[in-house]
């Protein structure tokens, strides 16, 4: 990082352009590269086989760590990128931990330049079921209570590319970005 870091600041200074080095996951590049680098090189393990990259500084989605450690960790890296930097994490529904998600909010606030948290916020027109709309094993998304599977009577809100959207991906995003409404926390705007 230090550096990429390094060169957009000697690029910046040679042309007088506004190089900067900005840390953002950019999950449709990454999925499209993916693709792509599949198609030339084949399936790689722990590489091409996943459908998608994890760049910039961002922990892997797979990585089984606490979301204090994974914003611990790129907080690091926020400093370094001049041209901003955005960091999230993904939790499950905190109405009943209303303690436990004002930590991790207090902590994002005293550690981290800028993130946000992402839940789920789903809705089954069909049964009235709030709370995650499950990925089944065909890849199709699904009502957990009543199995309804048709996407005009679901509403799936998920957060891509950093906003939040509601519709329906393609398979690596729906793999992946099972993340969903973003609430930001900017320590620079208090």
């Known amino acids: 990082m230090h550096y990429l870091r390094d060169t957009v ?22 999925y499209r590269f ?41 907080s690091e890296f926020q400093t370094i990128s001049s041209g901003g930097a955005i960091s999230y994490v993904e939790i499950p529904n905190m109405k009943n931990n209303l303690s436990a998600l004002e930590a991790l909010v207090k902590y994002m606030y005293d550690n981290i330049q800028y993130a946000e948290v992402n839940t789920k916020s789903d809705y089954c027109q069909v049964c009235g079921f709030d709370g995650e ?19 005009s009577k679901l509403n799936v809100t998920r957060r891509t590319c950093g906003y ?26 208090e």
């Open 164 to 189: 939040l959207g509601e519709n329906f991906w393609n398979v690596r995003k729906d793999k992946r970005n099972q993340g969903s409404c973003a609430s930001h926390v900017n320590r620079e705007t």
């Open 34 to 74: 993916a693709r792509v680098d599949k198609e030339r090189f084949g399936e790689i393990p722990d590489v091409t086989d996943k459908g998608y990259y994890t760049n910039s500084y961002h922990v892997d989605v797979r990585e089984k760590i606490t979301a204090f450690q994974k914003l611990k960790f790129e």
């Open 133 to 151: 709309i499950i990925i089944n094993d065909d890849n199709e998304w699904e009502c957990p209570n009543c199995g309804n599977k048709d996407h």
């Open 9 to 30: 600041d000697k690029w910046k200074k040679d042309t007088g352009l506004g190089f900067a080095l900005y840390g953002t996951p950019a999950e449709s590049l990454c």
